[in-house]
């Protein structure tokens, strides 16, 4: 329980990569900066009991275990019990910012290849990432569950040519359950992809998506 506090604590304290400070609240910081103990160690520990809450200890500890797989994680939850997700990576590169990762899922990556999955996005039970070149998912998106996403076919076609090119999944975009995105799509920020559909083409920002193949069923 202490490590998880701790590292809940650690990681709730935010890097310089993190830190975003407009001119206005720079030059406010810079007339009374505030002091250390209330703007770094008080907030990080509210933030960190915030966290331990939402989430619960042991999705903290799970998550631990899992951003060791990681090439550069920020704060990594496991939620949803057993199987604990699972990571193949035969030699790319996995970057994940502060996300959430559901039994089940599980992430490919080959030689060579990129996986980076943006801040605040979850992945739910069973879902599978596929990347032989690059699978980029955006910032708060919501993965439901079994979804399939890859950027290759996997076997080579009777031609014995293997086909692979890059997915981009935008940030807030919503992929329903049982959805299948396939190699060279791009999917718009703001976009929904409806449950059970085939993705094969790419998905205009904050197009509402469906069917095999998805078609547009309207645009916000
Ligand atoms: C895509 C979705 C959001 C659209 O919802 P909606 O706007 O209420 O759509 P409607 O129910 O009005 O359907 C509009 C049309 O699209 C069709 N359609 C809707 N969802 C579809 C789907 N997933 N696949 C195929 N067709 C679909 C409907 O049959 C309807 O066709 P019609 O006009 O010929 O009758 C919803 O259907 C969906 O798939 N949600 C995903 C739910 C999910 O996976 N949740 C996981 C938890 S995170």
Redesign the pocket.
Known sequence: MTAVLVSAFLVSVPGPALKVKSRVAQATANRRPAPVWEGDVVGAYRRAVQRLRSAGPMSHLLGLCLRLHFQRAGIVVVRGGWPFPSVENHGGRIEVENCAFFSGVRLECWPGALIRIGNGTYL?RNTEIVAATSVTIGRDC?I??DVIIMDTDQHPLPDGTLRAAPVSIGDRA?I??RAIVLKGVTIGHDA??????TVTKDVPPGA?V??VPAQI?RQH
């Open positions: 739910n919501k439901a569950r919503w329903g359950a929904i992809v409806g449950a059970g559909s509402v469906a069917g069923l």
